[in-house]
DNA sequence: TTGCTTGTTGGCTATATTGCCAAATAGCAA
DNA sequence: TTGCTATTTGGCAATATAGCCAACAAGCAA
C-alpha cells in the first residue's frame, strides 16, 4: 500500500470512526435540526455530561462539530451539512440486512 | 432516546464502525474495481493473512461484501456499490480539516 | 465576595479492537 | 494416502474506547 494512500485511507478511516457510536450519530442527527447547548443533548442522551462532553470533543477533533460559547452555555452546530445525505448507503445495507433476516426466518418457518 | 431510534443508530453505527479502519477501506476501494482472492489482498495489504481474513470477516459480518469460494480460494465483492459515492463527505471534511492546517500555518509563518 | 450553573478534563475500570503466531480446516494434486 | 496451498479460527498481548465520578474552570447573579 503506497505511503500516499494509506495516509488518506487513514483519515477517512478518523471521521468515519468519529461517526461510528449510537450517542455520536444521535448528535449529529439533532445539529442537523437546529444548533444545541451541551445540557440539552445531554438531557436528550440521558447520559452523563462528562460522557456527552467527550463525545463532542470527538466530533470536533474530526472536523464534523463546531462550537460557539455563549454565556456559559456552549452551543454546537454541524459543520458538514452533506453528513446526514451520506447514510443513504448505509441505509440500504441496513434494509439489506433485514430482508435477509426475514428470508432466514421464513425458511426456518417453512 | 426512544428504543426504537437507539437501535436504529446502534445499527448505523455498526456499519460505519465496520468501515472505521484503514485496511477495510482499502479493501472496499479494491473491490470496487474488481473481485478480489484473499491472498490478493493480503499481498496489496502486506500484513498477515490472519489479520487480513478478520478484517474481511468484519466486513461480512456488517453486510458489506460476500464471499464466494472457488477451489482453495476465496473471493470477495462489493455488495453493496453506493459504499464508495458515500465518501463524497468524507472527503469534504478532508479537505476542510487541511484548508484548515494550512491557515494555521501561514498565520504562524506570518 | 459567595454560590449556582454549565462544560471540560483527569483518572479510573471495564470492555473492545488490533495484529501477530499457531493450530485447524478444506481443496487439490501427486 | 501425503503434501502443499489457501483460508479461517483461537489465543494472546498491546492498545484504544466508553462511561462514570471527582475536580476544575468560567460565566453570571446576588
Known amino acids: 500500500m503506497y505511503s500516499k494512500r494509506k495516509k488518506h485511507l487513514e483519515a477517512r478511516a478518523k471521521v468515519l470512526k468519529a461517526l461510528a457510536h449510537p450517542s455520536r450519530l444521535f448528535i449529529i442527527e439533532e445539529l442537523e435540526k437546529a444548533e444545541r447547548c451541551v445540557c440539552e443533548l445531554t438531557e436528550m442522551i440521558g447520559a452523563d455530561v462528562s460522557t456527552v ?8 477533533q474530526a472536523g464534523l462539530v463546531v ?39 421464513e425458511k426456518v418457518h417453512s
Chains 1, 2 share one sequence.
Open 53 to 60: 462532553s467527550k463525545h463532542l470533543s470527538v466530533l470536533r
Open 67 to 105: 462550537d460557539d460559547k455563549r454565556g456559559n452555555q456552549v452551543f454546537y452546530r454541524l459543520r458538514m451539512h452533506c453528513i446526514l445525505n451520506f447514510f443513504g448507503c448505509v441505509e440500504s445495507v441496513l434494509e439489506a440486512q433485514l430482508r435477509e433476516q426475514t428470508a432466514l426466518l
